[in-house]
């Protein structure tokens, strides 16, 4: 809700604006308060008062209805203040550079020569502005100045270094406090949390992710108005989804204004992981579009897209995800969940011509090249999508699809080893989602390491014990360690999950048929004819499951109706070898047993293994 203000109140309001924000060094040398923020104080504010504290601005001039007399009523000095502000407003960086140093000629001031730092860093001057903050000695007496030069130093890439000048600790915090969230009286972000979300970025840079996951929680338990802080948890999958959710219950909202508080709460529960709490998200989204009126926000429709994207509901999530581009055609990080869903409905067109106009137009964003990777991914030209994947790695490091793009273009040739290795790194960059170490049990099971594919399986478990592909998978081990009943029930519980989380139904194909088998296996056959029949309603043009249900047939000892099923799947895929052989042994055994008697004799199929993965593979 818009707040009402004052004429004295400097609030950036459209009637006023040229407000903005400023450094506060106290006169005693002492550290700034940390609990204050840069927001709503005019450039015209004196930072040193008698007591330490700052002094509240006069009320800057209004472009509209200001009159000359006005303007005489301020000195020269403020008269400069004012242009070089307007100035970096506008974008106008060499205006407010020239003014902003002949400002700083005129007055020595240190709030001056945090502005002209200031207008360096926006023109990308980060040493520059880094120079001009240790040269006046402000790092000692202000915070604003500390985390101004600390974030100069992370632009250059000095990692350690810009967390030497912050230090490893928060120097606000006491061990064991307390203390209660204390309120931002002007609505901005407490330079305190901040800085706890710079170190977050600091450590990340240097490969300490556990120490950035506790930097960023400490930024949001301060002020939780640090949505930098909350988007660097949720986006580097910093948290499992069980922690996700455990952190948004706890978090301190107090230091909001009370009718904001759920509005907040609400807007970071769309965030959250699709995995856990699906209804939750519904309620939120809900709540956010009725309520507040955010039908066409584009971040509402992107956590909407999420959750589709995870029920597998393609087509679907395509749909939102072009309504978000129709209205913000460059908003990258809807892109990569855009760009899988063109992947899995292998739209090559669309993928050639979307890749064709970001990296053309925005050539230094990561995603760009995602986008040339999947599209030759998407056309079967693997070593040019791996080469491009790489590349969108190296731009940004942390940025997960390009990692698992990465490995997913080795898995594609069945080179496990390449595979396993730069899943493994996707599993220790990305600490709190489940799918590398999904995707590495994935690799094992290929090469039959069921022991090694297990312990995989089952650390993706600890992370998301919600997806039902990794239940399926888990099956599918006990299914080869003969493990039957254990199968079985996991594999219940990825269809049971599945359509919890009203996921689509063709998309567990291979389970009902995984299910199907295991029942085969221990001689269940009106089961196992059960399930294969529920495959053969959602895919009738498969021809494993006409193969699958010849096997059921003929491990009952009725050949006759083997041989019509083998007939079907040869219709379908006529050189399929397993049919072939299949349809060798059941016409062999009709003619040698030509009154077919149902009977328990003992499974003749040594070709099930084969069936399964090949339906697995499908």
Known sequence: MRRKTSRTSNSATPANPNTSVYTDCLASGRLQDPHQSTLTISPLTNIYTYDGSPTMAISAVSSHGSSSNTLHTYSRIERMRLWRHDALVQHQHETAAYIGDKILGLTNDPNDAFWLAQVYYHRGHYARARGLLMKRYLLDSSVACRYLAALCLSKLSKWQEALDLLGEKNPFRQEGSDETVIKNQDGGVKFEASMCYLRGVLFANLNKFDKAKECYKEALTIDAKCYEAFEQLISNNLMTAEEEWTFIQTLNFNGLIEEDVDFVKSLYITKLNKYKNALRFIEAETKLKNTYNLHDNTDLLLSKAELLFVQNRFRQCLEVTERILSIDQYKFNALPIHLACLHELNEKNKLFLISHDITE??????????????????????????????????????????????????????????????????????????????????????????????????????????????????????????????????????????????????????????????????????????????????????????????????????????????????????????????????????????????????????????????????
């Open 361 to 618: 137009r925005h050539p230094e964003e990561p995603v760009s090249w995602l986008s040339v990777g999947i599209y030759y991914l998407c056309i079967g030209k693997v070593a040019e999508a791996r080469r491009y994947f790489s590349k969108a790695s190296m731009m940004n490091p942390h940025f997960g699809p390009a990692w698992i793009g990465f490995a997913h273009s080795f898995a594609v040739e069945g080179e496990h080893d390449q595979a396993i290795s730069a899943y493994t790194t996707a599993a220790r960059l990305f600490q709190g989602t489940h799918l590398p170490s999904l995707f590495l049990g994935m690799q094992h099971l290929q090469l039959n390491n069921l022991v090694l594919a297990n312990e995989y399986f089952n650390t993706a478990y600890e992370l998301c014990k919600t997806d039902p592909l990794l239940l399926n998978e888990l099956g599918v081990v006990a299914f080869h360690r003969l493990q039957l009943p254990e199968a079985i029930n996991l594999f219940r519980s990825a269809l049971t999950l599945a359509k919890e989380t009203d996921s689509e139904e063709r998309s567990w194909i291979a389970t009902w048929a995984n299910l199907g088998h295991a029942y085969r296996k221990l001689r269940m056959y009106d089961d196992a004819l059960r399930y294969f029949s529920e495959v053969k309603r959602l895919s009738p043009r498969d021809p494993c499951v006409y193969a699958a249900i010849a096997m059921v047939h003929l491990s009952a000892h009725r050949a006759g109706d083997a041989v019509q099923y083998l007939h079907e799947a040869l219709s379908l895929a006529p050189s399929d070898p397993i049919a072939t052989d299949l349809l060798r042994r059941a016409l062999e055994e009709n003619a040698q047993f030509p009154f077919e008697v149902e009977t328990n004799i003992q499974d003749i199929s040594s070709d099930d293994d084969n069936i399964l993965a090949s339906i697995n593979n499908d």
